[in-house]
């Protein structure tokens, strides 16, 4: 009897714990923020030179942006009436969002102080071809306003454009310009940050590389773990201050009334470390229920890990990790440096949210760790056992440096 009471009991406390469970999913969907981001992209030009770098950046931003819980329409090397279909269904999607995101790469211009984009098939003739080839990003900017709380445009359009010097030479005292013009911010919701490649009236870069310097860097800090996004546009500015040895800064107009993150991490969270095993029921119908109950419950834990577990990033290679020899992790930023360098390498970020820049900017990790390879085996053994609670985390050295630690304590820390 005695057994019965506990074993019922132990079922009655799983079951409360699913349902709250449950419940709190519940209540974290409904009040989860609704994010919508338009996302364009041109480089194939049909009346000017092609563009290396456009396609390839708005590309990008829009996997980032996905990974950041955005819904989002994209369209690359659109025309004018490609360009139109594209921002009126974000128009529809965007309404009553959240966070409504905008992000172009490609050609630019301003004439009169106003600002436009340009499709590949524009070919501006003269000043009354700007209605019907360009598009005004202030038509874009109203579509985001309906309704909506946050509004975040990002730029990258400030490239030499032999369109706008074309149309300079038509359009009289108006003139014409590869730089776009200062946006004023209006009034309304949580407020608006325009971020633009360079400063106003100023050419941006197109890069040598896979990407422009300014989103490169956006790529970068978009998305970091518990950084506001007006902080994350400060470390882009002296990314590419510092990319472009000071022939380009990045501006920023900014008017938001919270603090906007894209990215939050629970610091606090307790570790998932697995459950203790159920208490033996004795036989017959109760204990068969009581069992069923726990395999559907274990089932469900299961299904719980194996979601934290897709988030684990995977490395770029199976082979074995060994302490002192290169690893492709799969990370830009990392790739081709051992254990033994990275450790001796500068952290990307605060390793402590809110941590003084003078106590970790510029400082060698292993300064603060005092890591050598016992001590790091030991903490790589600790993310192994603890895989779904830490390797789906952030880290200062690169996320996937957490995950070659733990598969190299797998392999006995060689």
Known sequence: MRHDLIARGSGLFRAAGLAMLALLLTLTAASAERRVALVLGNAQYQHAAPLANPVRDAQAMAERLKKLDFEVVSGFDLTKPQTQATIALFAKQVRGADIALFFYAGHGLQVAGKNYLLPVDAALEDETSLDFEAVSVDFILRQMSRETSIRLVFLDACRDNPLAKALAKTSGGNGASSGLAEIPIENGGAGTLVAFAASPNQLAYDGSGEHSP???????????????????????????????????????????TTEVVLHKVDLNAPLIVGEASEPQAEAGSDARNTAAASATAQNGDQLALDVLRQKIPKLASDAPILFDHPIEFGDAAIDGKSIAELIKSKPLFSPVEGLDKSVWEGKHCDGCHEWNEARLCDQAKNFAANDVSVLRLQHPLGTRFKVALAKWAQGGCK
């Open 214 to 256: 300014f989103t490169a860097a956006l790529l970068q800090h978009i998305g970091a773990s518990n950084v506001s996004i007006t902080e994350a546009m400060n470390r882009v500015t002296g990314d590419v201050f510092k990319a472009t040895s000071g022939k380009q800064r990045p501006w920023i107009n900014v008017s938001l």
